[in-house]
């Protein structure tokens, strides 16, 4: 099956991206160059060399019992020799429930040694290479509707949402209780201690892109200590952070990655307008993230949409599962006006922002000038660190990303995650992922025959 043509990325210059975003009534934030991203960066008491990071990216290769395989430890050896002062590593089950995929990275007892040897090789490979170790977060997630560890669907949902169960269905009988979400709290304290132990810098309790903690926060219809008010639908989230935090250190800290927006109408969308347009409201997001620093975060990622449902919102592509009715350019500016709105409540903290990679050759100028504007203090770059994972080198170096190198936003890699495949990026790393590709367009062309 051929991907579904959509608008596809045609700009040779910053000037023509900026006559349409004017056009679509919109701005995007662009530096005349990238100083901005060449700045070091301070929380967390480190301070680190430059503005860049590699956003998380799942890659669906580790071994049966969730330990990183050679494929997974390839891939963040090449982040680790790209320069990017961060590498915020992929979501990791803390349950055996929870995983996404029978090849999502999970951590327990049992591994923790596999995951401090795959992170001692990539300080290792940083200082050889860069002459710094990058700093390790590792994402903590539980995939709550999108659970699928046995290779298939095995929902665990905070409530029912009509929008949701249309892709993927789920009935009362996959609603979590509120004990089993009790226990989760724990369960996030444990997963920091075994991330502390594997030797990450941090650990990111997750809660965005559709999954259990990001989906609580729109369970206006749940009952129970978990959902209606905000105080319920954010308990999960808080008190996870609560219990992670009882492992910081002052070399081991607590960070989250949070979903601001997801882009479905009320009562079925976080951080969105009760009137059923889904169009953003920010008050709820500023609430969280003021929460979340009272709790003593310094640093945050934030990002936006569910990948499953409306991943243009997300990640604007040009090619994708079906053609969204917005030019993709209007979701880059969606997602970083969203992330100053939000960043605007909590000054002082360190706000990463995400979603770059669409702007392709000038993701660089972009990211610099979303930082030079003070619409964020960093980028992490996703599908971009999967195409051409040495683009912060390229920048170091040369000031430029390399344009031969970049992503086209294909989509690829999320077909390819979502078949629970080994991922990365067809176009670029050709040799490794067109054949985990193939595989996946024979077995679709099998299912549709
Ligand atoms: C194949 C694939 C895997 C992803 N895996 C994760 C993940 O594990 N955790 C997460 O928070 N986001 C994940 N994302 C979202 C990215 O981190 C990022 O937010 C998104 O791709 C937009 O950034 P970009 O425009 O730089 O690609 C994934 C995206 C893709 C395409």
Not at 295 to 324: A, C, I, Q
Not at 382 to 399: E, H, K, S, V
Request: charged letters at 25%.
């Amino acid at each position: 099956m051929s991907p579904v043509p959509h608008q596809v990325f045609s700009y040779h210059s910053v000037r023509e991206i900026q006559e349409k975003a004017e056009a679509l009534h919109i701005s995007l934030p662009f530096a005349e160059d990238t100083g901005a991203l060449l700045r070091p960066a301070e929380f967390h008491g480190v301070s680190l060399p430059n503005r860049m990071g590699t956003a998380p990216m799942e890659g669906a290769d580790s071994e049966a019992d969730g330990s990183p395989s050679a494929l997974t430890e390839r891939r963040y050896l090449r982040e680790a020799a790209g320069s990017s002062a961060v590498i915020w590593f992929e979501a990791v089950s803390i349950v055996p429930e929870g995983r996404s995929s029978a090849h999502q990275l999970y951590i327990h007892r049992g591994n923790v040694d596999a995951f401090r040897r795959m992170n001692e090789k990539l300080r290792e490979e940083g200082l050889r290479k860069n002459g710094f170790a990058p700093y390790l977060i590792m994402q903590a997630n539980h995939s709550g509707r999108y659970s699928n560890p046995l290779g298939k669907p095995a929902p665990l949902i905070a409530y029912r949402n009509p929008i949701y169960e249309k892709l993927r269905p789920a009935d009362d009988t996959c609603i979590v209780s509120d004990a089993y979400l009790k226990s989760l709290e724990e369960k996030f304290g444990e997963a920091a201690l075994l991330a502390r132990e594997a030797g990450f810098d941090a650990v990111d309790v997750k809660a965005c892109h559709g999954y259990l903690l990001m989906e609580l926060l729109s369970a206006y219809t749940r009952p129970g200590k978990y959902g209606g008010s905000f105080e319920n639908r954010s308990r999960l989230l808080l008190n996870a952070l609560r219990a992670a935090r009882a492992h910081e250190t002052r070399e081991f800290r607590v960070t989250a990655r949070i979903g601001i927006h997801d882009g479905f109408p009320w009562p079925y969308g976080f951080g969105v307008k009760e009137n059923g347009d889904a169009s953003p409201d920010w008050t709820e997001a500023r609430l969280l993230l003021q929460r979340i620093r009272d709790l003593g975060l310094e640093m945050v990622n934030l990002t936006m949409g569910n990948p499953y449902v409306n991943s243009h919102v997300s990640r604007p592509f040009n090619h994708g599962k079906y053609v969204p009715d917005e030019d993709p350019l209007m979701g880059v500016a969606r997602m970083i006006h969203g992330i100053r709105e939000v960043k605007r409540a909590v000054p002082g903290m360190f706000v990463y922002a995400s979603g770059p990679s669409f702007m392709r050759q000038f993701c660089d100028l972009f990211a610099a000038g979303a930082v030079e504007q003070g619409y964020c203090d960093g980028m992490l770059f996703g599908r971009m660190a999967f195409a051409d994972p040495d683009f912060a080198n390229q920048i170091l170096r040369t000031g430029r990303i390399d344009p031969k190198q970049v992503c086209v936003a294909c989509g690829k890699c999320g077909d390819l995650i979502r078949a629970g495949k080994p991922t990365g990026c067809v176009v670029r790393d050709s040799a490794v992922y067109l054949p985990p590709y193939r595989e996946y367009l024979a077995e679709l062309a099998e299912k549709q025959a």
